[in-house]
Nanobody, 121 residues
Framework: VQLQASGGGLVQPGGSLRLSCAAP????????IGWFRQAPGKEREAVSY???????AYVGSVRGRVTISRDSAKNTVYLQMNSLKPEDTATYYC????????????????WGQGTQVTVSS
């Protein structure tokens, strides 16, 4: 299963982007979906995840600026990012799995190819 992450791009500081994660034929409601990011020269880190029950969590500096949501009808998970900062620049990946701890990437089974987010003036 290949997840498809999209919606990245170049945005000015303070701007917004909405990332999408989809996988045709894959029933997202059966899995927790996590978003991770990797900046150049840094390790990949968790950003947010949403459980099968709809519960969500946010990690670190994105709290208060990011919202994760599901659209079951469209079989898509979104990551709405507001008040973007240059330090948010990274490749963003979505992943699906049944993690015990949603912020641990090794607990996810399926990954997308990533979408680039660049925050710069």
């Amino acid at each position: 299963v290949q997840l498809q992450a999209s919606g990245g791009g170049l945005v000015q500081p303070g701007g917004s982007l909405r990332l999408s994660c989809a996988a045709p034929g894959f029933i997202f409601d059966d899995y927790a979906i996590g978003w991770f990011r990797q900046a150049p020269g840094k390790e990949r880190e968790a950003v947010s995840y949403i459980s099968t029950g709809g519960g969500s969590a946010y990690v670190g500096s994105v709290r208060g600026r990011v919202t994760i949501s599901r659209d079951s009808a469209k079989n898509t998970v979104y990551l709405q990012m507001n008040s973007l900062k240059p330090e948010d620049t990274a490749t963003y990946y979505c992943a699906a799995g049944r993690p015990t701890i949603g912020t641990i990437e090794s607990e996810y089974d399926y990954w997308g190819q990533g979408t680039q987010v660049t925050v710069s003036s």
